[in-house]
Nanobody
Framework: QVQLIESGGGLVQAGGSLKLSCAAS????????RGWFRQAPGKEREFVAA????????YYGDSVKGRFTISRDSAKNTVYLEMNSLKPEDTAVYYC??????????????WGQGTQVTVSS
């Protein structure tokens, strides 16, 4: 069974940093687009970042541009989201996703279970 497993969430103070990881269980994902979304209580799932099958193809949501960086380690079949200068409004459950085509809407086929990120003021 194909799985995406996120890790690295936690509690951090405003201005701090966290690095999320998303490991894929299938080698198929090595050429898939990988994305990160987040969802805060009572809000819709929001696009955070995505990376294409070429590492140079990266996309970011407006609210995280300049603060977050998405990257991938193809040898480990893992995608990372490095989050800097965190703000309380970044608090949400962060989800990893994968699909064959890139999108900024939550239309991806495969999803992880989510990892909680809480930023205290």
């Amino acid at each position: 069974q194909v799985q995406l497993i996120e890790s690295g969430g936690g509690l951090v103070q405003a201005g701090g940093s966290l690095k999320l990881s998303c490991a894929a269980s299938a080698r198929t994902f090595s050429t898939y687009v990988r994305g990160w979304f987040r969802q805060a209580p009572g809000k819709e799932r929001e696009f955070v970042a995505a990376i294409g099958w070429r590492d140079s193809d990266t996309y970011y949501g407006d609210s995280v541009k300049g603060r977050f960086t998405i990257s991938r380690d193809s040898a480990k079949n893992t995608v990372y989201l490095e989050m800097n200068s965190l703000k309380p409004e970044d608090t949400a459950v962060y989800y990893c996703a994968a699909d064959s085509t890139i999108a900024t809407k939550p239309t991806y086929t495969y999803w992880g279970q989510g990892t909680q990120v809480t930023v205290s003021s």
